[in-house]
């Protein structure tokens, strides 16, 4: 008799290989934690797993109720563990974390691995984290709480129910889009928020960094802001709205480069160069302030509500009003010209026009020069947009080094723009 490996077969394979792996992750972490002998590790998670993906193979194919008798079996388990050890008040988060690990054995069966192994992540960095979440937890205020719940309601109900369509005069008005910098500028705030609870004023800089990814707006507005309200986080929000303005440099590169290569090389050397020069003037800042920005890294701040939404409903407001005036300059005066649409488009957004413009080159119905020259322009008005909210929200010395900045791009852009 010939023996035979089919296809079915590995894959089943690669499906047990994936269970152990996701139960390791948790089981290493259950390990590593408890010193003492404990209900389950990193060998009877692996296992837990296995027995979910196990499950809902045989559910499939052989017999539906073997997962009533396996995931009851796991719960009675973890329920006799819970009394043994319920004297002892060290809690239930093992047990929960074995009914995830069978989940998760049930999802990689029917190939959710993607959420098979997110969920294993995110298990794991919630056991691992256990006394860094505790203590934020202990820190923070009642109202601090309150204000998370509610902006948790606010974003998860409000926003699916928005209609995603332009109305109102010139088509201007679309809830949704707003409602969305809305989010944003809360989720960049909440993250400079965590960041002043967990490092202090010093390490503020890693909101640019993070913030940047997503939009160098919202950053540039909420930094602005808490410069405004505490003096000795001036140096600290600088950097942070510089590096935000560097990283959409770097995200204008790679967003072309997925959609048009040669795009994307022709924009390297411009976007490269103008980062650089941003870090060596912000470097020259460091070395001139260094005594200052040393003193304000060892300051306090008082913390207050992250999550302020009026505060985020003012950027949405204020976002609006820009696409609305934008929209009336296009009806009474027209898109003349790529040039002319991509400058306004940048006031809005510059993901969105170095999309549609590398797109339109690669079709070959726009010449590739067009495109980059459009697509620098749009940087250039998306940093006058930004510098207009950092000289109304930012304090004054935010505006006036900021300025350089924006001296920097519009000279630097302009002289490209001229010579490309």
């Given amino acids: 008799m010939e023996f035979k490996i089919n296809e079915e077969t590995y894959i089943l394979i690669f499906k047990l290989v994936f269970s152990i792996a996701a139960g390791l992750l948790i089981g290493l972490e259950r390990e590593h934690r408890t010193k003492t002998e404990i209900f389950a ?61 069978f989940i998760i054995g049930i999802l990689t069966y029917y190939e959710y691995y993607y959420t098979a192994a997110f969920l294993a992540i995110i298990t794991t960095s919630l056991l691992a984290l256990k006394r860094t979440l505790e203590l934020f937890a202990k820190n923070i205020s009642e109202e601090d709480i309150f204000a998370i719940i509610k902006f948790a309601l606010v974003t998860i109900v409000i926003y699916p129910l928005l209609p995603d369509k332009h109305f109102g005069p010139f088509d201007a008005i679309n809830l949704r889009s707003i409602w969305k910098m809305v989010v944003i500028v809360s989720v960049i705030d909440f993250i400079a928020y965590v960041i002043l609870r967990w490092k202090g004023t010093k390490t503020l800089w890693i909101t640019g960094v993070i913030g940047g990814l997503i939009s160098s707006t919202a950053v540039s507005y909420e930094l602005s802001k808490l410069s405004k309200k505490f003096r000795n986080v001036t140096y600290s929000a600088l950097f942070g709205i510089v590096l935000a303005w560097l990283v959409m440099n770097f995200r204008v590169i790679v967003l072309s480069g997925v959609v048009n290569l040669n795009i994307a090389l022709q924009l390297v050397m411009p976007l490269t160069a103008l980062s650089f020069i941003y870090i060596a003037v912000l470097s020259g800042i460091y070395l001139k302030k260094k005594e200052e920005i040393t003193k304000e890294s060892q300051q306090e701040i008082p913390f207050t509500n992250p999550f302020q939404i009026t505060s985020a409903l003012q950027f949405g407001i204020i976002y609006a009003v820009v696409i609305f005036i934008t929209k009336a300059l296009q009806h009474f005066y027209g898109e003349k010209g790529v040039f002319i649409a991509s400058f306004i488009s940048g006031v809005i957004d510059v993901d969105a026009i170095t999309l549609s413009l590398s797109n339109l080159a690669k079709q070959g119905t726009l010449e590739k020069y067009i495109a980059v020259k459009s697509i620098i322009l749009a940087v250039i008005s998306n940093s006058i947009f930004k510098y207009i909210y950092i000289t109304i929200f930012g304090n004054k010395e935010i505006i006036k080094n900021m300025a350089v900045f924006l001296v920097i791009t519009l000279i630097f852009g302009g002289i490209f723009l001229l010579l490309f």
């Fill in 41 to 101: 590790g990193i060998r009877t998670f692996p296992l837990i797993s296995i027995l979910g993906m196990l499950s809902a193979f045989i559910a499939d194919k052989y017999w539906e109720g073997i997962l009533y008798f396996t995931f009851g079996g796991i719960v009675l388990l973890a329920l006799i563990n819970y009394y043994l050890e319920y004297k002892k008040d060290i809690g239930s988060t093992t047990e929960v974390a074995t009914f995830i690990a």
